[in-house]
């Protein structure tokens, strides 16, 4: 199993970006797959998540009404469209996937997720 990200950069504040996340080794079409990211110096935390119960996302406080996440299950990709962003969201972004297929729980745990992808750098300049 791999999941290969793409997108990121850099960007000033108030613009827009998209995060792309393509699995591969098996079909995440059952899985739950979420968005975490990292800033310097500080845990690992979670930004959103998209069920396998199709249309059921869920996004940290911080993020919503700004972030949409999405899927293609037929690209085995999840997608994190980002708007009007701020300094404070930069940070590493990484994309998972949980543990089992229709796993259901809080979503917002790094433990609840198996496979991560690479990383990819987001910085959004003031």
């Known amino acids: 199993v791999q999941l290969v990200q793409s997108g990121g950069g850099l960007v000033q504040a108030g613009g827009s970006l998209r995060l792309s996340c393509e699995a591969s080794?098996?079909?995440?079409?059952?899985?739950?797959m979420a968005w975490f990211r990292q800033a310097p110096g500080k845990e690992r935390e979670f930004v959103a998540a998209?069920?396998?119960?199709?249309?059921?996302?869920y996004y940290a406080d911080s993020v919503k009404d700004r972030f949409i996440i999405s899927r293609d299950n037929d690209k085995n990709t999840v997608y994190l469209d980002m708007n009007t962003l701020k300094p404070e969201d930069t940070a590493v972004y990484y994309c998972?996937?949980?543990?089992?297929?229709?796993?259901?729980?809080?979503?917002?745990?790094?433990?609840?997720?198996?496979?991560w992808g690479q990383g990819t750098q987001v910085i959004v300049s003031s």
């Open positions: 998972a996937v949980a543990r089992t297929a229709y796993y259901s729980g809080t979503y917002y745990y790094t433990d609840e997720y198996d496979y």
């Open positions: 080794g098996r079909s995440f079409s059952s899985y739950t």
């Open positions: 998209n069920s396998w119960r199709g249309g059921y996302a």
